[in-house]
């Protein structure tokens, strides 16, 4: 028991610090788009351009200086006339902007029901299910580009006493139920799930995996008690 809870969430830490980077081709004609995973978090970065051109605008040019000489004596009145500087308006020339934009996603985290829900019996199956649902989708705009991610979980139970299941079904209750345990002895049990999400996105109709994976753990205390035993003659 202990070394299988120990092995699977060591794969599960594994896992989650895996930490892949970003790969962008060349963006400077097209938008180019990467999904992927970082802290149980899904990451959308999208990229259109050239990084190393920006926006210049041409220097202002500084105003000459304006000399003025009094006029010579005349007979006629005097009027002060005052000469502004012409300046020059400064030209401007643009060259391809940068765009980049990075969004985050959360997934959901599992919550585990179970039938019955106070006192279950040794000997007798408890019911139980994950309330999450079967595919995660979501759309998204980033910098004028449309990105459809969607992911699906898979699960990995474990009942407290050393029996482990995996499936990616997400159970349901009585009287669709298709995830059961029976207890042998009567306890109380610590029932964890870790729910690994996959998944893919598209943009412009091409299709692609999302690089890593999202990991959640889910925990619920059953409480079982031994069934009453009747005599019969």
């Known amino acids: 028991m202990v070394w299988r809870m120990r092995l699977i969430f060591t794969i599960a830490l594994t896992l989650l610090f895996a930490i892949p980077a970003p790969a962008f081709a060349d963006c400077s004609e097209s938008a180019c788009v990467d999904v992927y995973t970082h802290d149980n978090q899904i990451i959308i970065e999208a990229r259109k351009g050239d990084a190393n051109t920006r926006t210049k605008r041409a220097p202002r040019p500084a105003p ?3 000399l003025w000489f009094p006029p010579k004596p005349s007979p006629a009145p005097y009027v002060k006339r005052t000469y502004k500087p012409r300046t020059a308006k400064p030209r401007t020339y643009t060259q391809k902007v940068n765009l980049s934009d990075r969004l985050t996603k959360l997934v959901p985290t599992a919550g585990i029901a179970f039938q019955p829900e106070f006192e279950a019996l040794t000997h007798v199956p408890v019911i139980f299910w994950i309330d999450l649902p079967k595919i995660f989708a979501s759309r998204v705009d980033i910098i004028g580009e449309i990105v459809d991610v969607t ?6 139970w474990s009942y407290g006493d050393g029996s482990i299941w995996a499936t990616s079904d997400t159970g349901s209750p009585f009287p ?3 995830i059961t345990h029976t207890y042998r002895k009567p306890g109380t049990y610590v029932v964890t799930v870790i729910t690994t999400w996959n ?6 109709g091409t299709v692609r995996a999302i690089t890593g994976h999202v990991i959640k753990t889910s925990v619920a205390t059953v409480t079982v008690v031994s069934a009453p035993t009747r005599f019969t003659k």
């Open 64 to 66: 000459s200086a304006t």
């Open 151 to 156: 992911l699906r979980p898979g699960f990995i």
């Open 176 to 178: 669709n139920q298709s």
């Open 199 to 204: 998944g893919s996105f598209s943009h412009n």
